[in-house]
């Protein structure tokens, strides 16, 4: 049974519309750019919530190819180990600002430093703006010196979706791939064809018609089921460890599922926890309550575990 303090959190999230003296959550027509727009404003604003950054931790921009990017390591601490963390927001927002006090949670709990930038996002950039984004910036850290046995990808939501969309990039381009991979709630299926888009649709936190809306942003005119969309559809031969993450209670609670029982007839050594009661991309909730924590321990457990020494 979930924890006290997650299912406080979780009504909480829940009826926030409540919050905001509306008996009803707000409609929203997510096909409009300028619903995107303030999507984007609010999820500046809401970062708040996560974007405390610890002590001991320090943050130095950096320009990748045009892109704004951002290391984030323990003061005083090498760049020779890295977390290339890939921000989500459904392929139509997320910045450095947004994530970076998320991503702070992963180097203080691990000691190791990484690297978050901004690739280009929806609608004004569909399908390939990010995964070219995505690979361009794993080459640009190739380039200064570190090796792809030092670095683990991760990332959130649609985040994580790309960073396994990143892998099957490069094994294409014959780049070498990192040691290792963390995908939390990672949105695999751009056609939104798992069966909790149905089942989970009433109990997910993400507001309703997000995830199609999005995916008609991002894909566009191209074929949903294209690999580097929807990374479900790809073949998973040659990938480094995984470890996955989902909530029993989320839209993309199958996408996660899907992704993890292919990889594993793929023959990748691959792990996947599926948590009861659990929201989209929980454990960087961490240390609210004791879901989280137990699931950023055990993430911060493997990306150590997968770095060498």
């Not at 406080?8 to 096909?31: S, V």
């Not at 990332?155 to 960073?163: E, Q």
């Not at 695999?188 to 149905?198: A, N």
């Not at 199609?212 to 790809?234: C, E, Q």
Request: aromatic share 10%; with cysteine; net charge neutral.
């Amino acid at each position: 049974m979930p924890s006290l303090k997650s299912r406080f959190l979780l009504f909480l999230l829940r009826n926030r519309h409540l919050f905001r003296f509306r008996l009803r959550k707000e409609k929203i027509d997510w096909t409009k750019t300028e619903s995107i727009i303030k999507f984007r404003q609010e999820c500046e604003k809401g970062s708040a919530m996560f974007g405390k950054i610890p002590a001991g931790i320090d943050i130095v921009p950096v320009k990748i190819d045009g892109m704004n990017a951002e290391w984030i390591y323990p003061s005083g601490g090498k760049k020779e180990k890295i977390i290339f963390f890939v921000h989500g927001g459904g392929y139509v927002c997320g910045s450095c600002s947004d994530h970076r006090g998320v991503v702070a949670k992963f180097v203080k709990n691990t000691g190791v430093a990484a690297l978050l930038f901004e690739y280009r996002l929806a609608p004004e950039h569909p399908y390939p703006a990010a995964v070219d984004d995505s690979v361009s910036a794993y080459r640009w850290l190739l380039s200064q010196g570190i090796s792809p046995l030092n670095i683990v990808i991760a990332g959130d939501s649609a985040g994580g979706g790309l960073g396994l969309a990143t892998l099957l990039a490069l094994r294409e381009k014959s780049i070498a791939l990192p040691a290792a991979a963390v995908a939390l709630s990672p949105w695999t299926d751009l056609k939104c064809k798992g069966e909790s888009y149905r089942t989970n649709a009433g109990l997910c936190l993400s507001p309703e018609g997000t995830w199609t809306a999005f995916s008609k942003h991002y894909v566009r005119d191209n074929d949903p089921s294209l690999p580097l969309i929807s990374p479900l559809y790809g073949e998973f031969q040659g990938l480094p460890p995984l470890l996955i993450y989902a909530g029993g209670e989320e839209i993309l609670r199958d996408d996660s599922i899907s992704f993890a029982e292919k990889a594993k007839d793929a023959g990748v050594d691959v792990t996947l926890r599926v948590v009861d009661g659990m929201f989209h991309c929980f454990p960087v909730c961490a240390p609210m309550f004791q879901e989280a924590t137990l699931a950023m321990n055990e993430i911060c457990a493997f990306i150590k575990m997968h770095l060498t020494e």
